[in-house]
């Protein structure tokens, strides 16, 4: 029987969706594609914090799953809600790729001398993502930031014209429309720019960036026994940790909140940055094998900063 795969219709996530596709054709289960519009994509507003709540952009996706008008569907992680709905169950996360924002620009705005942010002075800076903006005026109150909403062609595409002198993307999605066969208008798009890795532990991502998230109903075996073979339990575990402490933040696409955990041969570690008030508090807790306790720490550390 063929699986119905939900997915949103842009080019990255139909590239995501095609990827678990692949994958989950390789173990004898054949999936279609089921193009569903989300109310995040139907938004014309020019920032995210003005769309709506968390979840915007996977709602329809996880009505039509209770509805059983598909039987799976393919989310970046960082877009779900901290809890699925009652009746839904995260079937399957895959192997994470890079976690961390890239700066893309020219080659004339490129200041390596300025630090983690390699930009020359005074540069405007696109991006709608309103963690992003708030990183960039911590660490380089300098630079200007201007809404920049649309698919990643869309955006590279806004930067070629001469909008704004550099752009912000998550580096995994940049990575799977590189390399997939609907990624032709990003690879022609990228050329002459300059792609700067940002890292994760100063210019801390999204709780869940650069991870997938396979969502099916939380009774049907059939789907569950086919996801599992998908499951990366070193990338699982380590999501549920800035899951975790995405849970003690309840914030949706208005809370400027990063966190970014790894694992090491003496456990794991992770870095977090939240703003709240106009004040910015990072804490870096680990390495610890406790990861509930760890993100409780990490929580602690933060709240503690901002109230001192």
Sequence with gaps: MTLRLGTRGSDLART???GVAQALASHGHECALTIIRTAGDNSTAARFEDIGPQGVFVREIEQALLANEIDLAVHSFKDLPSESPAGLAIGAVPARVDAADVLLLPERAFDASAG?????????VGTASVRRQMWLKHLRPDL???????????????????????ILLAAAGLERLRNGELGHATRTALEGL??????????????????LAIQ??????????????LDDAASSRIVAVERELLGYVQ???DVAFGA?????????????MLERGGRIAAATCGPDADTKGLAARVWDTLLATLTS
């Excluded at 983690?116 to 540069?123: K, W």
């Excluded at 300059?194 to 991870?211: I, N, S």
């Design 16 to 18: 995501q969706s095609l």
């Design 116 to 124: 983690p942010l390699p930009l020359a002075h005074g540069l405007c």
């Design 144 to 166: 200007e930031t201007a809404s920049l909403r649309g698919n990643v062609p869309t955006r590279l595409r806004r930067l070629q014209e001469g909008r704004y002198d550099a």
């Design 194 to 211: 300059v792609v700067h890795r940002l890292d994760p532990t100063v210019f801390v991502p999204a709780p869940a960036q650069g991870a």
């Design 216 to 229: 099916c109903r939380a009774a049907d075996a059939r789907v569950l026994g086919a996801l599992a073979r």
């Design 251 to 253: 914030g949706g696409c």
């Design 260 to 272: 970014h955990c790894s694992h090491g041969e003496d456990g794991y570690r992770v870095h977090a």
